[in-house]
């Protein structure tokens, strides 16, 4: 394909986010872009037994809950402060553990 077929060409890998992120205009998701759903949205008919967790989806709730809940309409910000308290209270236990353990 020659360089008059393209309306980008040779486009860095950031900027063609970029691009793909304003002519799809999703601003309801903002602050995330459009990739952000895509591994939640696009299922295999076995992810549709619990809507919202993905059977194959790796990452940990603090990963995609701020984001299916901001777009649920509820306040994302609260969702991963809480993630964030539950990593911090875990970290606490373990330090409490091993201080334990060393008295």
Request: proline share 2%.
């Amino acid at each position: 394909m020659s360089k008059a077929q393209w309306d980008h060409y040779k486009v860095a890998f950031k900027r063609s986010k970029e691009i793909l992120d304003g002519i799809l205009n999703l601003s309801a998701v903002r602050p995330w872009d459009f990739r952000k759903g895509l591994g939640y949205f696009l299922r295999t008919q076995d992810d549709y037994s619990d809507v919202f967790q993905l059977r194959r989806f790796a990452s940990g709730h603090a990963d995609w809950k701020p984001y299916v809940s901001h777009i649920l309409g509820f306040n994302a910000d609260l969702i991963s402060e809480f993630y964030q308290q539950e990593v911090r209270i875990d970290e606490l236990n373990s330090d409490e553990k091993a201080i334990r353990s060393e008295l």
